[in-house]
């Protein structure tokens, strides 16, 4: 069992940037498939980002391709997602999700999920 822990979510102003960080324990990483999907209210889940094992192949969701970043440090069994150029429609719940399948923008196939951080962009 793993246990996801998400931190680094808060207030922002339109343009800023925020650096969400998924701390996991409980066993290693390394081997998982890593994604961050939100949750804006009233909306369903979405898929953000995701990350190979290896940290060598990362996908992204049209609507935030160039401006956010996902990466892992193995090492320190952490996941990161850095966020540029936020906008309003960015504001949701960010949560981080750990797979052993193949890499997946598919929710269902993530096993385990973080509680959730909160991000909020203000125009």
């Known amino acids: 069992q793993v246990q996801l822990v998400e931190s680094g979510g808060g207030l922002v102003q339109a343009g800023g940037s925020l650096s969400l960080s998924c701390a996991a324990f409980?066993?290693?990483?390394?081997?998982?498939?890593m994604g961050w999907f939100r949750q804006a209210p009233g909306k369903e889940r979405e898929f953000v980002a995701v990350?190979?094992?290896?940290?060598?192949?990362?996908s992204y969701a049209d609507s935030v391709k160039g401006r956010f970043t996902i990466s892992r440090d193995n090492a320190k069994n952490t996941v990161y997602l850095q966020m540029n150029s936020l906008k309003p429609e960015d504001t949701a719940v960010y949560y981080c999700?750990?797979?052993?399948?193949?890499?997946?923008?598919?929710?269902?196939?993530?096993?385990?999920w973080g509680q959730g951080t909160q991000v909020t962009v203000s125009a």
């Open positions: 409980g066993r290693t990483i390394s081997r998982d498939t």
């Open positions: 999700a750990a797979s052993r399948t193949r890499a997946t923008m598919i929710a269902s196939e993530y096993a385990y």
């Open positions: 990350i190979t094992s290896s940290g060598v192949i990362t």
